[in-house]
Structures are given as structure tokens and as C-alpha cells.
């Protein structure tokens, strides 16, 4: 049987539906009762045995740092991708980023490694690949610079590859994969789907810089055939193609028949605008929408 963690993510409900799709015995765990119906939705736009697809699940409420409900969830399993983590590029969150992404991932590879699982498959992102010198291709041999202006979010997703070279070491069969920013149908209120849901409500600006994208299916794919071959503790980027920014916005305005943005925002307006997003975030706590790491990666 195959355990899917983060399956009422966007990225684990569409690998759900592709497993199930092969008719794979599935346990997925969840958190959150009210997230199911992401997995559901996103069922709906591919299938019309939406309900009776969903039902096949074994589902698993559990947390990846309460041990005794993993070690539930873990009973009977072979094979696991780990999809579960904590995105976020607010300073703040840090602590929570360290004890889902880093501590969260240990568990699971403790996990994997004591239950004799086969193989794992860890979800990881292109944000924990190295930076790069100006001028040098990314690849996976790129080597981390903790001296870098890394996102709190890159930190711990590199945290957490480490994790997974620890149970490499010991003994589990590894699969890591570094995926860019994922796009696809699905949830539109988080990640790359609140992208689109911006541009369809109006936007005037875009930014420069490059934005590495790759389709959800695509993802899929990959983590299966990766799992399913003789390979075994490596790590592979999973991107299609490198678009700007602006051609990444107007795109999805076209696509949507709504007005495409018009203007760049320059560096001056970004920093203005991380400024008082900061100051927003502690006269009224409203959470942060922008910050100094994430106007840094729109290369400027």
C-alpha cells in the first residue's frame, strides 16, 4: 500500500487521482476535515466518479509531529511520497517552517527507515537548490551557500532534503524531487493557484525577473516513473520552461479575458511596497503578502 502525506494539498490530490487512476491501493493522511473537499473538487475536473474515487482513500488523520498517529498511518505501507509541508516566506513563521518542514520530514524518514519502507519520494522545491554564480546554469550539483539571502521557506526545504540524506545513509531507498512553481486547476485561494486568481480580480503590474514553471501533471508524472524505476538516492529539478514574469501574467489575462497588466513595478516601488506591507503586518496583524526575500527573487 502507498501512503501519501499532504494529500489534501493541491500537488497530493492530484497524485491521488493519478494512483488511483491505476487502481493502487492509497492511504492519505489529513489534518484538517474541511481540506478534504480540495481533494474531492479537484477530482470533479477529471473524472464523474468523483465521490465513489475519493472513497477508495484510506484516510488517516494524523500529524506529521505527533509520532503515534504516523506510526498508525505507516501500518501495512511500502511506498511514500511525502508531500506534506508549510509554505511560507514570512520571517516570522520560521519556527513553524523548522518543526513541519525540518522536524516533520525527520519523522517521516525515521519512520520510513524503522517500518522498512521500499522507497520514498520527497516533494521538495527549487528553492533549496544553490544559487548559482551570474551566467552558470542551475542544476542539481549546484551546492547549497548558507552565506546566500535564502528565504526562510528555502532554508527549511533544504533542512529537510538533509533529513532525507540521513535516512539515504542509513539504509532507505530515496527519490528527491525540485520541482519550480507548480501550476494547474485545483485551489485557488493558496500558492501558485492565488497567482491566477489576482490577475482574474486585476492587476497593473508585473515584475521583471524569470519565474521557473511546470505543469501539476507533469510533477505527477515524474514522481511515479521515479518511484517506479531503479533509481535511487538522487534528486532531480522539475521545471518545463523559464518564463518572465510578464509573460507569465499576461498569459494568464489573456487566458482569462481580463485586462493584462501594463506597467512594470520597478525596484523603488517594491521596496516601498514590502515597507508597508512590514508595517501593516504590525499596526493591524494582518499577515505579510510581501517581503524583502521575495522582492529579491523577482531578480532585482
Known sequence: MILITGGTGFLGAHL??????????????????????????????????????FDSIEWVKADLNDIPSLMEA????????????????????????????????ANIVNLCLSEHIKKLC???SIAAIGKPKQGVITTEEIDWNPEADNSVYAITKYGAELEVWRGAQEGLHTIIINPGVIIGPGIWKHGSGSIFKTVHQ???????????????????????????????NERFIIVAENWSYEQFIKSIAHALNVKPPGKEAKKWLLLLGWRLDWLTNKLFGKRRKLTETTCKYFNF
Not at 508549510?86 to 517552517?97: I, M
Not at 497593473?204 to 505543469?215: D, H, I
Open 74 to 105: 505507516f501500518k501495512s505501507i511500502t511506498h511514500v511520497y511525502h508531500c506534506a509541508a508549510f509554505v511560507s516566506f514570512e520571517p516570522d513563521k520560521f519556527n513553524s517552517l523548522q518543526k513541519i518542514n525540518i522536524e516533520g520530514t
Open 16 to 53: 491521488l487521482f493519478k494512483l488511483l487512476s491505476e487502481n493502487q491501493a492509497v492511504r492519505a493522511i489529513y489534518r484538517n476535515e474541511k481540506k478534504l473537499k480540495n481533494v474531492k473538487r479537484i477530482f470533479s475536473y477529471y473524472t464523474k466518479n468523483a465521490d465513489t474515487l
Open 202 to 232: 486585476g492587476t497593473n503590474y508585473y515584475t521583471s525577473g524569470l519565474v521557473p514553471l511546470v505543469a501539476v501533471h507533469d510533477v505527477v508524472n515524474s514522481m511515479t516513473q521515479l518511484m517506479n524505476s531503479a533509481l535511487i
Open 122 to 124: 520527497y516533494v521538495s
